[in-house]
């Protein structure tokens, strides 16, 4: 084997490892957040929200790192869930849910919304406060945030005084366009058939 297709074939492997190691940090920060909105959504009494089918995800149709709340709400609905809003996030009130009324735990959602800023004040419609809002997003710096179908957005969430600080940026085409070359360029290099001497 060439040097050449031995370093592309290396370099492939790395990045399926940290991609396949940041999926299950992803896992374990979903199921920590999760247990976290239903102890606050207990302690006040509220019902907990979950926005984002808990089963759509790549990972999450094998097994699932969160429940379905007391309410599901996703664009395409949570069929698996006992109760379900088939809904936009970005569209307006989600009907039947009161402002400042739940607790609300989204997982891995904002990237894929059209209007963000719609989204976030929805959340914080429902939510009423910062404190009473669980989000995770896919790592921004894994091929996950730039490539998986229908990405938008990549970003993080960090505790602040009171809550979380959510912070996104788009994902450009350009940049889409990049990553989406150089992962070509390096399964080719790795797996383009050699000449026979």
């Not at 006040?44 to 979950?50: A, K, N, P, S």
């Not at 406060?129 to 894994?142: A, I, R």
Request: glycine share 8%; charged share 20%.
């Amino acid at each position: 084997m060439s040097l050449p297709k031995l370093a592309a074939r290396l370099v492939l492997g790395y990045v399926g490892l940290v991609e396949g190691s940041a999926a299950l940090i992803r896992f374990r920060e979903r199921t920590a957040a999760f247990e976290l909105a239903m102890e606050r959504a207990s302690a006040l009494g509220r019902r907990l929200i979950v926005i984002g089918d808990p089963d759509a995800g790549m990972h999450t149709r094998l097994m699932r790192a969160y429940g379905c709340g007391d309410v599901c709400v996703d664009l395409n609905g949570c069929p698996k869930c006992p109760v379900t809003v088939v809904a936009d996030i970005t569209k307006g009130p989600i009907p039947d849910v009161a402002d400042d009324s739940a607790v609300v735990f989204v997982s891995c959602v904002f990237e894929y919304v059209a209007e963000l800023d719609a989204a976030l004040r929805e959340v914080s419609r429902i939510a009423g406060s910062p404190e009473n809002v669980f989000v995770v997003t896919v790592q921004p710096w894994t091929l996950t945030a730039r490539l998986y179908p229908g990405a938008r957005w990549r970003g993080t969430v960090s505790s602040a005084a009171g809550g979380q600080s959510i912070d996104m940026e788009r994902v450009s085409l350009e940049e889409k366009l990049l990553v989406s070359g150089a992962l070509g360029l390096a399964l080719a290099a790795a797996f383009w058939p050699e000449r026979r001497r």
